[in-house]
């Protein structure tokens, strides 16, 4: 059973043509017969490839308009039969053997894609015949070989040179469990969109069953501890952020170092100006915009030192070398990440191999909602992806506010967003001067934000406050006016705004309300 397997007979029938006519080309330079369908068959022989088209090989016609093409005795047979024991029905019968199937299906995701899709052209669209054939192959799959990644026939065809015409067992059995996983990944998309249509044969937000497919990318060295295994299976589909980033050098990315980076890359994605992120445990520790990357650095690891120290650097514009150069002098860091970095940059990166550096591809939306997904015991928590385009801020006190203040609101805004809650970020002229992660009391948040500032000899006079949530008290807004806030950016909507907005303005205190919340847990 586990032998090389002459191919002899080939079976193509591709929605995506895209290196089928060089793929067949060398198919039949090894004198295999090509058997094909309508439009793949037209290709082939508009490039004097001898091909025999399904319905004379079956001397069944295609019809209802190419929904029936395949599905005859002579093609299954023909893919399922085993050699060694069907041999006897399969020459009575008529039944030549198959042994390569090349077949990728009809384009559903694509279409359900289109914003003016209908039910009628995403049926049309669901593939039959395909899948059936994959499936069939896949199974027999000691004896027949399917393919349906174009970026496996350079393989197959370098195989099929070193092996006189033939594939080995283990490139069968790759190429079977790619197979499984295509069609599971094909239905499952069906099932959601199905799934997801109401009465009217309308599209809600979420599917009555939800289908994922995730590929293994690498096995981790451990999981967030020592003791625990982990792994790490990307969204074949999704080609941006953290899974489209190169890794330019250093060790493996750990389990740990994929959620920093996740949690740097997000947070940089939201400055709006140059800067610089330093993240430890998925939190900033301080964050600065720059006229370029070096001072971006400094001012960001100028916000508080002791917690930058092996933590994550990431940046939204290219690392020079003056960078790179001052960051591995003065601090021991984890991973840099940025979207590029001079030629002298990487040179001087090599004298710390340990240290990893990420480039990654610039924030780019698709206009389609990304989700954000969570497990639970016998479950998955799904919800939409927590940015939302800024609305327009509200001033609900008595004081005006400069246009320096509201760049500062701004940008401390811009970073609560990124810090687990209850949250609180202070800051001025564009640095964090103190960050507050994680407490239980947005009032001990506040308070551990002074805290960081005071240790670090930054003063908080003429700065600014922001809270990913409201201010439930207006105790947070005493602690800020004694630490000498200026301004204070939040939510709003407690049942507390009002006195809340009496005391600031009592203190002198400029109030903004964003009326969106964001929550980090």
Known sequence: MHKLRTIKRALISVSDKQGIVEFAQKLASYNIEILSTGGTAQLLREHQITVTEIENYTGFPEMMDGRLKTLHPKIYGGILGRRDQDLETMTNHDLPAIDLVVVNLYPFQATIARPDVSLDSAIENIDIGGPTMIRAAAKNFAWCTVVTDINDYTKIIDELETQQGALSYQSRMNLAKKAFS??????????NYFTSLNQEEKTETFSTVLNLQYELKEILRYGENPHQQAALYLNPSH?????????????????????????????????????????????????????????????AFQADPQSAFGGIIAFNQAVDEQTMQYILSNQFVEIILAPAFSAIALEIAQTKPNCRLLSYLPNQTDGKTQWDLRSIDGGVLVQSNVMIPDQHFEIVTQQQLSPELLIDLNFAWDICKSVKSNAIVLAKNGQTLGIGAGQTSRVFSLEIACLRAKQNNLSLQGAVLASDAFFPFKDNVELAHQAGITAIIQPGGSQRDAEVIETANALGIAMVFTKTRYFLH
């Open 182 to 191: 295509h069609t599971a990944q094909y239905d499952g998309i069906i099932s």
């Open 239 to 299: 080609k941006r952020g953290l899974a489209a980033t190169t890794q330019l050098q250093g060790k493996p990315l750990s389990y740990n170092n994929i959620l920093d980076s996740q949690a740097a890359l997000t947070l940089i994605h939201n400055l709006k100006q140059a800067g610089c992120v330093i993240v430890k445990h998925t939190n900033p520790c301080g964050v600065a915009l720059g006229e370029n990357a070096l001072q971006a650095y400094q001012h």
